[in-house]
């Protein structure tokens, strides 16, 4: 009878520390939240439909040969290009394309220039513009513009080089992700973005870029760019002149600090093997 | 027997050398660098090449003088794709030439790198000033390429600081859209541009480089190409 309930007990606790075993090793996908201040990011559209970015005025630089004459205006360089002006207008980008999109002059000017190997690269309502396309928009208002949306992969910054402007300039990453049998994600790990990080996060084969979902405003002199990423075996990829590139991951310390289950498991478990020993000096004196 | 081996060499080691021990005299002034790793490079201008068929005896270096640049120092630079490796060399024009093409050996402690390397992945040029100066006129110089005469069209290597288009225009407007570099570790030149000779304005060209990055034209440089008089192709 004795033995009977010392071997389940035993069954008990080798099983709650089984749970915790596995609570821990189970791998849990994770999604980063950065959050960034930057003067400029690149965009790979998801779809073609995935973003249309409204504008009240925009300017389309169309380039022509350094010899030919043509009609330039005040937005773009009249060395290379012809201006064309826009009012109203809303700007779709080609799925395959790859999208830059920047602050000159002091932010007086939003410049976005799309790349699609020879192909369309975005519409402007109806028309299409070919690649590569350079579109300004002059005097950017963050009231005027509002939330640009996000869909695709991103990178935020770039490293910094001769005549690079297009810097991040200060932000925040966080890790997260949901604990096994838990409803709500939560905060694994954070860390700091410094000037002139370049940031982006990719698959498990760090080449990847994931998708991620956000958006970017304007934000006094520069863009505030927010993403999220879907869940999955990801990492950060931290780029920093100088130094090799950077995988950000989570490790299982870190995980199991934020895990309550874990927590919980853990100190339940040493509680009640202690009740355990406990009980048995008492009820079972030296010597029985 | 040891004395008269040697000896039946030396009528070998006497016969005249290519020409070029002639027409280039090294001035001492030089220097050449393997590295690890390389992550920058600043020059615009990395080289200025030509095509041809691989040279049967590589590593060989073949250089243009201009004619004009008769008696005058000229420094010859090379840097691999990946920046690792770079050379500079200082010779003096002989006073006699009259310009053309002309076969180098390579000066090197790096022969069996240089050998594995294509024209591709070399770029060299010449320049019209001693070493460490920057102000000379530049000439074509192309590693491991056999002997050329009067190119279709010069390949010009240029390191367009992360630009998305590049394009050079001579005096004439005519413009030269450059290709970007697709393989390798681009620290040196990651564009490149076939010039035609047809556009070039003996003996000096002024061409300069356009660049366009993320949507915007960045800062205009030139650079003076020197043809010299070279016969078009008949």
């Known amino acids: 009878m004795r033995t009977d309930y010392r071997k389940y007990l035993g069954y008990a606790v080798l099983a709650l520390g089984l749970l915790v075993v596995i609570a821990v090793a189970v791998p849990r996908e994770r999604s980063f939240l950065v959050n960034a201040r930057t003067q400029g990011f690149t965009l790979q559209p998801q779809s073609h439909l995935s973003q249309v970015w409204p504008f009240a005025r925009l ?198 600090l934020a895990d309550p289950l874990i927590i919980f498991l853990s100190v339940f478990l040493a509680l009640l093997v202690a009740a355990i020993d406990l009980f048995q000096r008492i009820v079972r004196p030296r010597g029985d | 027997m040891r004395i008269s081996t040697l000896l039946s060499f030396l009528p070998l080691l006497a016969s005249p050398a290519p020409a070029l021990s002639e027409v280039l005299s090294p001035t001492g002034v030089g220097h050449e660098v393997f590295q690890e790793a390389a992550k920058i490079s600043g020059r615009a201008v990395a080289g200025i090449g030509f095509p041809g068929p691989r040279h049967g005896d590589p590593p060989a270096m073949t250089v243009f003088i201009p004619g004009d640049w008769r008696g005058e120092t000229v420094c010859l630079e090379t840097i691999s794709q990946d920046g690792r490796y770079v050379s500079e060399w200082e010779y003096v024009v002989d006073g006699d030439w009259t310009g053309g093409f002309l076969d180098l050996p390579a000066r090197t402690e790096y022969p069996a790198y240089l050998k594995d390397q294509d024209a591709a992945q070399l770029a060299a040029l010449i320049r019209r000033s001693a070493c460490g100066q920057r102000d000379g006129g530049l000439s074509a110089a192309a590693w491991n390429i056999g002997a050329a005469s009067a190119p279709d069209a010069l390949t010009v290597e240029l390191n367009s600081l992360r630009s998305d288009e590049v394009s050079l225009v001579s005096p004439n407007g005519d413009e030269v859209t450059c290709q970007p570099v697709e393989t390798g570790y681009r620290i040196a030149f990651d564009f490149l541009c076939s010039v035609p000779t047809a556009i070039l304005t003996p003996p000096v060209t002024h061409l300069e480089i356009l660049r366009i990055r993320g949507g915007r034209v960045q800062p205009v440089q030139g650079f003076d190409l020197n043809s010299g008089d070279v016969p078009a192709r008949p």
């Open chain 1, 59 to 256: 300017a389309l630089c169309e380039r022509r040969s350094a010899s030919s004459g043509g009609v330039p205006g005040p937005f773009c360089d009249a060395r290379l290009f012809n201006q064309v002006l826009f009012d109203d207008a809303s700007v779709s980008f080609a799925s395959g394309s790859t999208v830059q999109v920047a602050l000159t002059d002091g932010g007086d000017a939003m410049v976005i220039y799309v790349r699609n190997d020879g192909d369309i690269a975005l519409h402007i309502d109806d028309k299409a513009v070919g690649s590569p396309a350079t579109l300004v928009i002059p005097a950017p208002q963050s009231s005027v513009i509002g939330a640009l949306p996000l869909s695709g992969r991103l990178t935020v910054g770039n490293i910094p080089a001769s005549g690079e402007d297009q810097l991040l300039e200060a932000g925040e990453y966080q890790i997260r992700g949901r604990p096994l049998l838990s409803p709500n994600a939560v905060t694994w790990a954070e860390g700091r973005l410094f000037p002139g990080d370049k940031v982006s996060v990719v698959a498990k084969d760090k080449a990847i870029i994931r998708e991620a979902i956000g958006h970017a405003s304007l934000r006094d002199g520069a863009i505030g760019v927010q993403f999220l990423t879907e869940p999955g075996n990801s990492y950060l990829k931290l780029e920093r002149l100088g130094a090799e590139p950077n995988y950000v991951g989570v490790t299982w310390i870190q995980r199991s």
